[in-house]
Nanobody
Framework: QVQLVESGGGLVQPGGSLRLSCSASGATLDAYAIAWFRQAPGKEREPVQCITTTNEKFDYADSVKGRFTISRDNAKNSAYLQMNSLKLEDTAVYYC????????????????WGQGTQVTVSS
């Protein structure tokens, strides 16, 4: 069973950038699709982006298109979410998730989750 740990969150000003990391243990990530989800205060968790085992990428949140980029480095057993031009509304807990199949926007599809990392965008 793969275990996931997110890191890289923090406090950033509007317009700034952060790079979130999702490190895996217990399995090699090259056999897994990886997704990033986020949950803003008072809102339901929503899918952000997903990357397949063949590096095909899917955008689920229109609000982050052109600003966020998902990637993976199988040699490091890690995935990433590069977030640029951050906005106040990007404030949320960000989670990575994995499944040994294909991408999906539905939470119930994903088998393993990290504990989340807080991203706060504030001036």
């Amino acid at each position: 069973q793969v275990q996931l740990v997110e890191s890289g969150g923090g406090l950033v000003q509007p317009g700034g950038s952060l790079r979130l990391s999702c490190s895996a243990s217990g399995a090699t990530l090259d056999a897994y699709a990886i997704a990033w989800f986020r949950q803003a205060p008072g809102k339901e968790r929503e899918p952000v982006q997903c990357i397949t085992t063949t590096n095909e990428k899917f955008d689920y949140a229109d609000s982050v298109k052109g600003r966020f980029t998902i990637s993976r480095d199988n040699a490091k057993n890690s995935a990433y979410l590069q977030m640029n031009s951050l906005k106040l509304e990007d404030t949320a807990v960000y989670y990575c998730a994995s499944v040994s199949y294909m991408c999906s926007e539905y939470e119930m599809f994903w088998a393993a989750w990290g504990q989340g990392t807080q991203v706060t965008v504030s001036s």
